[in-house]
């Protein structure tokens, strides 16, 4: 059974940083697709970043630079760096990962950036 899990949420000064980690049961990691996305309130679900089919990151446009994706594949976990966090970085995050055709989702973590 496949299970995916996020952590590392919560409320943060603007310019502050989080560490999101997204750790997965019941899946290999090895070249599958897998990323995070967000939705604040209101919105629809964005990409945040993203490996593709392979190792490649890619990143939203208004995240590069600031957030940083990364994977233990040995630890089965998905990690998203945030740094130098903005008010419009508020939104609920999930973890997203790609097996046998299937895309599989997190519950999601809410991230709050406020002063």
């Known amino acids: 059974q496949v299970r995916l899990v996020e952590s590392g949420g919560g409320l ?3 310019g502050g940083s989080l560490r999101l980690s997204c ?3 019941g899946i290999i990691f ?3 697709a897998m990323g995070w996305y967000r939705q604040a309130p209101g919105k629809q679900r964005e990409l945040v970043a993203t490996f593709t089919k392979g190792s490649t990151p890619v990143y939203a446009d208004s995240v590069t630079g600031r957030f940083t994706i990364s994977r233990d594949n040995a630890k089965t976990t998905l990690y998203l760096q945030m740094d130098s966090l903005k008010a419009e970085d508020t939104a609920v995050y999930y973890c997203q990962v790609d ?3 299937t895309r599989y989702w ?6 709050t950036v406020s002063s």
């Open 12 to 14: 943060v000064q603007p």
């Open 23 to 25: 750790a997965a049961s």
């Open 30 to 32: 090895n070249t599958n």
């Open 99 to 101: 097996w046998w055709g």
């Open 106 to 111: 997190g519950p999601g973590t809410q991230v």
